[in-house]
């Protein structure tokens, strides 16, 4: 099998399968219980935290565990909406999140609030059109930092912080899940008061997330019950993922740079391989994530070309994995458009990714091209 799908999900590190089957073994107390079982299930919890806590840069108060970024996504925009959202009514995002911001938006628009989407000018996101998209009655921005779709990096950092020079009590979100431990994600450095996260993305397993909540950053929780989490999210914590995710994000945190080396020479390979082929296109920005291509496969439509992909063993994505056979509106935000994004192909890769595997991928494409109809 060669998996080039890795922004829809990865495969569980050794590490941390190996510390969700401790925590179901030795660990399975509830945390919130008050005797040594609980206790220890709540040491496997907090030491996750710190963790996680740690790669962020972040006091380990501020990090909040959830199911995954979805669940961190509606909890930074729904509970940041209940916190503020009685004085003031306007959102402001990017054009091109991911659907558990964009339905989230959609469904609070429905509620009577306003959001303002900004769209990208010549392909480019521009700090200023954010900015300048606040007024008085604005109390959140939300950017996702690396979009899942195209890998194109957005400017977060000269966002919030333009965004905040105008008006200082705005509060920041960054969706962060395609960039955690591929980029450094620092949400102080990045002006960013909410930051969500997914175990699932960095081979941590599926089942635990994120959300950093910045100290002062008021967000009301969504799921109400035990108040584990400090009542920001309660329900009894799912400690094996969460164990997962911290062990995951330990072992890979002092390799960032490393990966994201190796991952970007891995690109170019597949840039060299794919101007080869007659009538493909790459969609994502040469400065973009070298961990997400999207690409255009001489006008073949892309669910044909990804089953006869699969034939091989060969696993890529269309577009993006969670917009199942939806066509998302991202490709066209970056002038991605008609047969070019009936054709888009998304292929992330792994820092162990190997070119022989990207050699056969583009033999296959090439075949496929030649042989597909349409
Ligand atoms: N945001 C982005 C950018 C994503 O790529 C994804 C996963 N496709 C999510 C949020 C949702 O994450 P999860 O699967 O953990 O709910």
């Known amino acids: 099998m060669i998996y080039l799908d890795n922004a829809a999900t990865t495969k569980p590190c050794k590490e941390a399968v190996e510390a969700a089957v401790n925590a179901m073994t030795s660990g399975f107390g509830n945390p919130s219980s008050l005797h040594r079982a609980g206790l220890d299930a709540q040491l496997i919890v907090d030491g996750a935290r710190r963790i996680i806590a740690d790669t962020l840069g972040a006091d380990s108060s501020c990090i909040y565990f959830t199911s995954g970024a979805t669940e961190s ?8 909406a209940a916190a503020y959202g009685r004085r003031k009514k306007r959102i402001v995002a990017s054009s091109v ?15 009577g609030f306003e959001v303002v989407r900004v769209s990208p000018v010549d392909g ?10 606040c007024n008085e009655d604005t109390f959140l921005v939300t950017m996702m930092y690396v979009n899942n779709e195209t890998g194109y990096i957005l400017p977060v950092k000269e966002t919030f912080t333009a965004v905040k020079r105008r008006f200082p009590d705005i509060i920041t979100h960054s969706d962060c899940v395609q960039a955690y431990m591929k980029l450094p994600v620092k949400p102080a450095s990045l002006g960013a008061d909410l930051v ?15 959300l950093y909540i910045k100290k002062g950053a008021r967000v009301l929780p969504i799921i109400t019950g035990g108040k584990q989490e400090k009542g920001i999210r ?10 997962a995710m911290g062990a995951a994000a330990e072992v890979l945190a002092p390799t ?9 020479s891995l690109r170019s390979r597949l840039t060299e391989l794919l101007s080869g082929i007659e009538g493909v296109e790459i969609n994502s920005p040469e400065d973009g994530s070298p961990y997400v291509m999207n690409i255009s496969a001489a006008g ?13 063993e060969i696993y890529v994505s269309s577009g993006s994995a969670c917009s199942k056979g939806q066509q998302s ?21 792994t820092a162990e990714t190997t070119e022989e595997e990207l050699v056969t991928f583009a033999e296959a494409l090439r075949e496929g091209i030649e042989n597909v109809r349409g």
């Not at 996504?73 to 940041?80: D, I, K, Y």
């Open 329 to 349: 509106g991202v490709p066209a935000q970056f002038g991605i458009t008609g047969k070019r994004a009936d054709s888009a192909l998304r292929i992330s890769m």
């Open 234 to 243: 309660s329900g009894t914590e799912p400690v094996p993922m969460i164990a």
């Open 196 to 210: 969500s996260l997914s175990g699932h993305k960095i081979h941590g397993g599926k089942g635990c997330g994120v």
């Open 300 to 312: 073949k439509r892309s669910e044909i070309m990804l089953h006869y992909l699969e034939q091989r």
């Open 256 to 264: 960032i740079d490393s990966r994201f080396e190796r991952v970007s």
């Open 124 to 133: 480019r996101f521009r700090a200023a059109d954010f900015a300048a998209a």
């Open 97 to 111: 999140e991911h659907a558990s911001v964009e339905e989230t938006l959609a469904s609070l628009e429905k509620q």
């Open 73 to 80: 996504n509606n909890l930074a925009l729904r509970g940041a």
